[in-house]
């Protein structure tokens, strides 16, 4: 069984800057793809980026392409989410989730273990 504890979350001003990050239980971090999403009140959860075991295969929605950067460090089996320039829009619960698939995956359906989530609260 693998746990994810996100950490990060916060109140920001639009405008500025957060960083999520994910910690990863277990030996095997390294070999799987790893994804964010979020979901804000009385909407579906979206994938906003993924990224495989090797890093250099990243997805990135349209709504946070050019503004999130996502990256992993396997040593500390974390993930990040690197946020700039946020907008109130942005107001959301924030998770991240691990696929066993290695390259990264934008079917929510392939992600397998999630964690608790983290909030984040754009003000304007």
């Known amino acids: 069984q693998v746990q994810l504890v996100e950490s990060g979350g916060g109140l920001v001003q639009a405008g500025g800057s957060l960083r999520l990050s994910c910690a990863a239980s277990?030996?095997?971090?390294?070999?799987?793809?790893m994804g964010w999403f979020r979901q804000a009140p009385g909407k579906e959860r979206e994938l906003l980026s993924a990224?495989?075991?090797?890093?250099?295969?990243?997805y990135y929605a349209d709504s946070v392409k050019g503004r999130f950067t996502i990256s992993r460090d396997n040593a500390k089996n974390t993930v990040y989410l690197q946020m700039n320039f946020l907008k109130p829009e942005d107001t959301a619960i924030y998770y991240c989730?691990?696929?066993?698939?290695?390259?990264?995956?934008?079917?929510?359906?392939?992600?397998?273990?999630w964690g608790q989530g983290t909030q984040v609260t754009v003000s304007s």
């Open positions: 989730a691990q696929s066993p698939l290695g390259i990264a995956t934008t079917t929510p359906g392939r992600y397998t273990y």
């Open positions: 277990g030996r095997t971090f390294y070999r799987y793809a």
């Open positions: 990224i495989g075991a090797s890093d250099v295969n990243t």
